[in-house]
């Protein structure tokens, strides 16, 4: 993934992680608290936030509010984390916001860029920003911005380490932004035996303020009080649906909170069928082939995947790769069966996991020395998954070829 080069960021560590807020607090309060500028809603969860923030991003931009869109991690350009009215910010205006905090050097990549992100959405006068949170929910830097609005997709097993070893302890961490927030809402995709972790008991579930009807991978209905909206959807995969049906949701506490008048169904329609997030069974073109690029990089991603691969009429080729700490054993066990060959490769990235456990995980896969190498040995049809670095790397090859 490529940085422009007077952004600088490279030199905090991007995998850097620290659970306390004190340092970013500060210097946000030296910088003139920019990040209690403007109304926002925090989405956080394992999977699909940023699919969930794109379309809520959509719908209330539809509905004529100016927004702000804060997202991680980018796949080619730093930029793309940080949107306004759904653009992804000027490399300029975002170098001058990094470049006054310079005089933090202690903060980390992820503190530095979101406190670059609450001052551009400050400045900008944004009506609203939606914020995806960078790992779990209590002690993230996107949790600074006191977001009145809050929602959780899910609750998976990813980043242990950090947010706790058991399922429930992950959840009372989600749950803590979701408490926090004066309305608060539970994705359909939330284990209901994970509920009671929350301690979230004001959090209203989403399915009580939208219904949600699949129809197939792209097509399905999404009914609220006193509107309909029928979505052909440019995101496939059924855990979309649920991702739409979320945003609707947080979109209509966004009308509880006086932000919006009712939500227009047609206006509904237009944002949710127009969205699109990038690696996320998305087709691209690049070096010549056509590869199905879907980041799907830790256990539960990979299951949903499973799921989409089983009901497809094609049996693709996988190209896989991962970081070090994910469980590819178990990532394997799910992929393995739906897809033909596999062929693995190293990443870019000082995370990366070594090849022979991913080899052991996948018998039989051929090796590459590097993404654009595999590719070129791996058959029709292709399919690139496992971490956001993987995708981040054939779509950045992909933006240069269509850029000659």
Known sequence: MSVAPSLKLDER??????????????????????????????????NGKGSTAVMLEAVVREHGLTTGLFTSPHLIRVEERVRLDGVPVDTGLLA????????????????????????????SGVSVAVLEAGMGGSWDATRLAGSEIAGLTNVGTDHRRWLGRERSE??????????????????????????????????????????RIVIDDRSFRLEWAGGRADISSSMPGRHQAANAQLALALALETVAAGWLPELDPHLV???????????????????????????????????????FLARSDRRYNLLFSCLEDKPVEEMAAALRPQVGEVVICPLADERAMDL????????????????????REIRDPVLAAGSVRLAGALLAYADEEEAR
């Not at 807020?21 to 956080?44: K, M, T």
């Not at 359909?188 to 979230?200: I, S, T, Y």
């Not at 969205?275 to 949903?304: K, M």
């Open 13 to 46: 560590l991007p995998g850097r992680i620290r659970p306390d807020l004190s340092a970013l607090r500060a210097a946000l309060e030296e910088l003139g608290s920019p990040h209690l500028h403007f109304d926002s809603v925090l989405v956080v969860g394992t």
């Open 356 to 375: 022979g456990r991913i080899l052991a995980a996948f018998p039989g896969a051929a090796r590459a020395a590097s993404p654009l190498e595999a590719l």
């Open 170 to 211: 992950i959840a009372r961490d989600k749950g803590g932004a979701i408490a926090a927030a004066a309305y608060g809402v539970i994705g359909d995709d939330v284990d209901p035996a994970l509920l009671a972790d929350l301690e979230a008991p004001r959090a209203r579930p989403a399915a009580e303020l939208v219904e």
């Open 96 to 123: 001058r916001q990094l470049a006054r905090l310079a005089r933090f050097p202690d903060l980390t990549y992820f503190e530095t860029i979101t406190a670059a992100a609450f001052s551009i959405f400050a400045e």
């Open 269 to 307: 329609e237009r944002a949710l069928e127009g969205a699109e997030w990038p690696g996320r069974l998305s087709v691209h073109r690049v070096a010549g082939r056509e590869v199905l690029v879907d980041c799907a990089h830790n256990l539960e991603a990979a299951q949903a995947l499973a799921g």
